[in-house]
């Protein structure tokens, strides 16, 4: 064992947890040293927006003028859009612009059209520092919102993609009916505009196909109006060039981002706890779409303030200190335990038992 292994085995949690921070910003420092166009932050922010914003752009043409299949521009700007996530991550934490009101809001305003699923963003930015100050409580209102703490199930499976079909969920299972209107009240303030007409189109086009699909497949073919094909026509291109991709990134993110945060036992402020890295080659897949987030979101949570390109430069060196220092790497544990820090027997046997 080397000297700095055996001196982190030596600390508690907070104090790994300061080990980490320390250095992960040591080593952005010397990235911003070594390659200095890093220095460049609000630049580099802006450029990266323009980047995605232009690539959902230029897919989208290319799929309506015929020179590329639906499913390559479906994919590619789900691609695009996950970079805009990350971007309105970092807006939130004020990483872009942060005494510049105007084009700092103009950025938030763009990443979320590009992003129609999701909340409001300044809306966003209040529930996801009260997620830092929280997270891992039944008070980290964002994470149990994608469903961490949910145990694995039809109703997990149906909400970790829907924001529409979690809202519905949840009111159902609202104990009275005053919650379950403030549930749906405050999903429809927080959703409004942008995400009622994404899931309103949604839900328009399953809705069409699949009544559409069943009446031919009875014999009994619907004669569609003129009209109504072609406003379905819109619908079908807005599905692939947006609608379709934001779905697509909306699960995979929040597959994700569910089971690599822990919930309901964690000791409060303790960020060892909080998540692991969640990287098996098999979620490869997912990953593509949220932009490596099981590999690179539990950085964050030990340097809130690096921007995330930064965080994906560092996942090398990252996990090697972070390994050292105790955070879980692929713990699969967490899909049967509901995202528990602990299994259940284990918990009533030692409370300060961790899982290997």
């Known amino acids: 064992m080397s000297n700095d292994s055996a001196s982190v085995d030596a600390m508690n949690d907070q104090q790994r947890s300061a080990h980490i921070r320390q250095a992960v910003l040591a080593h952005g420092v010397e990235l911003r040293q070594r390659f200095p166009i890093l220095l460049h932050q609000d630049a580099l922010g802006a450029g990266i927006l323009a980047f995605a914003l232009l690539g959902m752009i230029g897919s989208a043409a290319l799929y309506m003028g015929g020179y590329m299949p639906w499913w390559a521009c479906l994919l590619l700007n789900a691609f695009f859009a996950s970079l805009t996530h990350e971007l309105e991550h970092d807006l939130i934490h ?4 942060r005494k510049q009101r105007i084009p700092h809001n103009l950025m938030m305003a763009l990443v979320w059209l590009a992003r129609p699923s999701t909340i409001n963003p300044w809306v966003r930015r209040h529930l ?5 100050k929280v997270s891992g409580t039944e008070q980290d209102i ?9 145990p694995w199930g039809i109703a997990r499976l149906l909400m970790v993609g829907d924001n529409v079909m979690s809202t519905v969920i949840r ?9 379950r209107r403030k549930i749906l009240k405050r999903s429809l303030l927080v959703y409004a505009p942008l995400a009622l007409l994404n899931w309103g189109t949604w839900y328009l086009f399953l809705g069409f196909h699949a009544i ?3 009446s031919s497949s009875l014999g009994m073919p619907i004669d569609w109006s003129a009209s109504t094909l072609q406003f379905i026509n819109g619908v079908n291109i807005a599905v692939v060039v947006l609608v379709g991709p934001n779905v697509l990134r909306t699960f995979c993110l929040h597959f994700v981002s569910s089971n690599m945060h822990y919930y309901g036992d964690v000791e409060p402020g303790n960020v060892i706890q909080q998540t ?3 990287n098996p080659w098999w979620m490869w897949p ?3 779409f949220c932009f490596n987030f099981g590999s690179s979101h539990a ?3 030990f340097a809130v303030k690096e921007p995330f390109y930064i965080r994906q430069l560092s996942v090398p060196f990252a996990h090697k200190v972070m390994r050292e220092a105790g955070v879980r790497f692929n713990d699969f544990g967490t899909f049967s335990r509901a995202n528990r820090w602990q299994r259940k027997d284990q918990a009533q046997e030692d409370p300060n038992a961790q899982t290997a």
């Open 94 to 97: 004020s990483m872009y612009f």
């Open 128 to 132: 996801h520092l009260n997620h830092h």
């Open 142 to 150: 964002e994470e149990r919102a994608i469903t961490n703490g949910e």
């Open 171 to 179: 009111a159902a299972r609202a104990p009275s009916a005053e919650i």
């Open 212 to 214: 559409d699909l069943l």
């Open 276 to 278: 692991q890295v969640l």
């Open 286 to 288: 997912l990953q593509a």
């Open 299 to 301: 950085i964050h949570h």
